[in-house]
């Protein structure tokens, strides 16, 4: 294998780990924004519970409230009862009375129907508080996790890149562009081998030309197919 060649495989070890760098930093604000959704989910879950819970309340207790005016108008009643001297009055009230015990009656029934619905809301609102105060805890120490990733993210990546520009430095120039050039327009690997007479890029068989040139290792040999610089591997 020619040193250029060899030169050129550190280079693009070098520009892989750098393209995977990227990318891994690249992706930490998904990383975040996955926790994010998650706490906001959470949140969002636990608000309307709890608005329920409050919403069963308020009617419970405007049906409470109900019963306790029903029930001073009982006594009410009973008072006029006490002053009435007419017979025909002291019995319409007595139905009156009648009326309103059956409303209590009612609303009696209904609150009992409200503490059952409000006994499972208030089971189900734990449950969602519980699963909101994991995911601020995770969310929490998701985020710093990822922060420490990032600082050691970008050190790997000063390195690599100090690297990245030794390996260049020490490829000639024009074969250094060529190889830039390939990077840009294929976005991956620049330098393939080629195995059993097939390019390793393209997966083509290559021209028995090209073959001859290879295997003399002189200059710097392009796959007819794809363009991609070309090395023999057997
Ligand atoms: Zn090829």
New binding site residues.
């Given amino acids: 294998m020619s040193p250029q060649i060899e030169s050129l495989l550190v280079l693009q070890e070098r520009d892989t780990r750098l393209f995977t760098l990227l990318k891994e930093i690249a992706n930490l604000p998904k990383e975040e924004a996955a926790l994010d959704l998650r706490l906001q989910t959470a949140q969002a879950t636990f608000d309307q519970k709890k608005k329920l819970s409050m919403s069963l309340e308020s009617d419970r207790k405007k049906i409470e409230l109900e019963a306790q005016s029903k029930q001073q108008q009982i006594g009410r009643y009973r008072q006029q009862q006490l002053d009435t001297r007419k017979n025909e009055e002291f019995q319409a009230l007595g139905n009156e009375i009648k009326h309103a015990e059956e409303a209590i009656q009612a609303f009696e029934d209904q609150q009992l129907t409200y503490m059952e619905q409000l006994e499972i809301a208030h089971k189900q609102l734990a449950l969602d508080a519980e699963v909101l105060k994991k995911a601020t805890a995770d969310n929490q120490t998701g985020k710093a996790t990822i922060a420490q990733k990032k600082i050691s993210l970008e050190k790997s990546l000063a390195e690599v890149r100090a690297l990245k520009q030794e390996a260049e430095a020490k490829v000639e120039a024009s074969t250094l562009s060529k190889y830039q050039r390939i990077i840009a327009n294929k976005k991956e690997n620049a330098l393939?081998p080629v195995r059993n007479g097939t390019?390793g890029?393209?997966h083509?068989k290559?021209t028995a030309q090209t073959m001859i040139a290879v295997k003399a290792d002189k200059d710097l040999v392009s796959?007819d197919?794809?363009g991609?610089l070309?090395y023999l591997l057997e």
């Fill in positions: 393939v390019c890029g393209c083509m290559v796959c197919n794809c991609r070309v």
